[in-house]
């Protein structure tokens, strides 16, 4: 819903708003009410619509641009193939969110497991209290799409806290039971329910916390170059020339992600006292100075020779 507070009164009154949008699950816009539309509206603002993207009705074509692909509500279907689709053999390159909006988001057209990843990758890192660093173990190819999940997987992991704490707290209290006896009313405690209980609401009350703290801290998320934020300066470029990988294949990744890099990467494993690393290259050549960034893979030996 688009609206104004025209006479400023911090009220929103029904002549102030401008537009109103409801949508089926794919996209396509309900018919028979959303009929507000005046021309106090922002005409340029008004053109994003479902999802935040911008609908082009030129030619009346009414597909909206997601970056990637243009996107066709009224079929749910992609205008253009899935430049991923080898990826997805079983799967239509036309589908969109595969076939599955209410589960899925496709927020550029691009791979949307990457967003699928994002969330596992946060929510199992916010129930073990941060202990598998699993946002750094799991490769992807859209950084973008894979901070988004993360976004998701730790508001998700906020709201499993809190379900927890009410959780624990309801079984911890059932598991005092008041009785009638000859002595006036006993309490019969029920220890293992109470321990049980307390257990489960400690815990959501850590993961409510964790999950809060790297929400807000953005933990694990990466550059759009394949670097870490952590590892860039303000101008976005690294901090340092080392930036540690826990694979082979995320360091190769990192490599070839490399903003200046158009090449292949160049592996080196036998550079003494270094781990197996990678160079990004540039027109077929290692880059030089701040540029030569090694991207290493921290689960290889040093080798000592």
Same mark, same amino acid.
């Given at each position: 819903?688009?609206? $104004? ?17 409801? /949508? ?16 106090? +509206? ?73 967003? @699928?990843? +994002? ?8 129930? *073990? ?16 799409? /894979? ?51 307390? *257990?489960?609401?400690?815990?959501? @009350?850590?993961?409510?916390? $964790? ?31 080392? @930036? ?6 995320? $360091? ?54």
């Amino acid at each position: 819903m688009s609206y $104004t507070d025209a006479n400023r009164d911090g009220k929103v009154e029904k002549s102030e708003i401008i537009e109103e949008n409801n /949508y089926y699950s794919f996209g396509l816009k309900h018919k028979g009410y959303n009929t507000v539309l005046r021309s106090t +509206g922002n005409d340029l603002a008004q053109k994003y619509k479902y999802n935040g993207k911008e609908l082009n009705e030129e030619l009346g074509l009414n597909w909206y641009d997601y970056g990637a692909r243009n996107y066709q509500a009224d079929l749910g279907r992609w205008f253009n193939v899935d430049p991923l689709a080898e990826k997805y053999s079983s799967l239509s390159p036309y589908n969109y969110a595969l076939n599955n909006p209410l589960r899925f988001i496709d927020p550029d057209g691009n791979d949307g497991w990457d967003v @699928v990843k +994002g969330i596992f990758a946060a929510v199992s890192d916010n129930v *073990a209290l941060g202990v598998t660093k699993n946002r750094e173990k799991i490769s992807y190819n859209d950084a973008s799409d /894979y901070n988004l999940g993360q976004d998701i997987g730790d508001a998700i992991s906020i709201l499993l806290g809190a379900g927890e704490v009410a959780g624990g707290g309801t079984i911890a209290g059932g598991g005092a039971v008041a009785t009638v006896g000859s002595g006036g009313i006993l309490l019969e405690v029920g220890v293992p329910a109470i321990v049980g209980g307390v *257990a489960v609401a400690s815990h959501g @009350v850590a993961m409510t916390g $964790t999950g809060v703290r790297n929400l807000m801290s953005q933990k694990g998320r990466v550059a759009e170059e394949g670097i870490p934020e952590s590892q860039l300066g303000p101008s976005g470029k690294p901090k340092i020339h080392t @930036v540690k990988k826990p694979t082979l294949k995320r $360091t190769k990744d990192a490599a070839r992600n490399n903003p200046k890099s158009n090449t292949k990467p160049v592996k080196h494993a036998s550079d003494k006292g270094q781990k197996t690393h990678y160079h990004p290259t540039r027109n077929g050549k290692k880059m030089k100075g701040k540029d030569n960034i090694h991207y290493e893979d921290s689960s290889s030996k040093r080798n000592l020779n």
